[in-house]
């Protein structure tokens, strides 16, 4: 059974930092892996999808990586700003047609 | 292009009490997911739908709750009755298709049982 885990649960950092954000997944046969981030009452919005043949994604300011056989993918945010601040979430594909959500890191940039 | 549509936002009710809630999904696209998102945690996926199939309700608590997408576009998921633990944001989500597709999501609905 796929399992996802995001760590740190919280963040917080100084504005203009660079940071990264950690997801590791159990099974390492996966489809692919998205990115998401979710502003307080809102929905999601995809940041990044990665291909499991691929081992990254960049989106401006938004690098991610995948390693499959290590089970683990990292979001690197380059010089980061206040408006970054949200809960950032992964999901797999991987198994019976589905994605399977970490629990999200939430972040706070402070101006 | 218009992204996908949820109502209503918000949903306060009392326990035992019934609510529906609405998603039209990106035009064109075949795959339907809602999802219940609690709190403090990831989205869970409770339905998906292809067209106007389900594809995978096994987390669903089909007592109380149940969802259908007749004309394999707009999609209603309902509770009835509703308890306490249902407090959640419930979020609808599309696809082009099955499979690894990339998902879109709406706005969610933030429902709290009393």
């Known amino acids: 059974k796929q399992e996802v885990t995001q760590i740190p649960a919280a963040l917080s950092v100084p504005e203009g930092e660079n940071l990264v954000l950690n997801c590791s997944f159990t099974?390492?046969?996966?489809?692919?892996l998205q990115w998401f981030r979710q502003d307080p009452g809102k929905g999601l919005t995809s940041l990044l999808l990665i291909q499991s043949s691929q081992r990254e994604q960049t989106s401006g300011r938004l690098n991610a990586s995948l390693d499959k056989s290590s089970g683990r993918s990292t979001l690197y945010i380059a010089a980061s700003q206040p408006g970054d601040s949200a809960t950032y979430l992964c999901a797999v594909y991987s198994g019976t047609y589905k994605y399977i959500f970490g629990t999200g890191t939430r972040l706070k940039v402070l101006a | 292009e218009a992204g996908v549509a949820q109502s209503p936002r918000y949903k306060i009710i009392e326990k035992r009490q019934s609510v529906a809630f609405w998603c039209n999904p990106i035009?064109?696209?075949?795959?339907l997911y809602w999802y219940q998102q609690i709190l403090g945690q990831g989205p869970k996926l409770l339905i998906q739908f292809q067209n106007n199939g389900v594809v995978d309700d096994s987390q669903l608590p089909k007592d109380r709750f149940s969802a259908e997408r007749l004309k394999g576009v707009d999609s209603t998921l309902k509770i009835q009755p509703a308890k306490l633990e249902d407090s959640a944001v419930y979020l609808c989500?599309?696809?082009?298709?099955?499979?690894?597709?990339?998902?879109?999501f709406g706005p969610g609905t933030r429902l709290t049982v009393l």
């Open positions: 989500a599309s696809s082009l298709g099955l499979g690894p597709n990339e998902q879109f």
């Open positions: 099974d390492s046969a996966i489809y692919n």
């Open positions: 035009s064109g696209h075949a795959t």
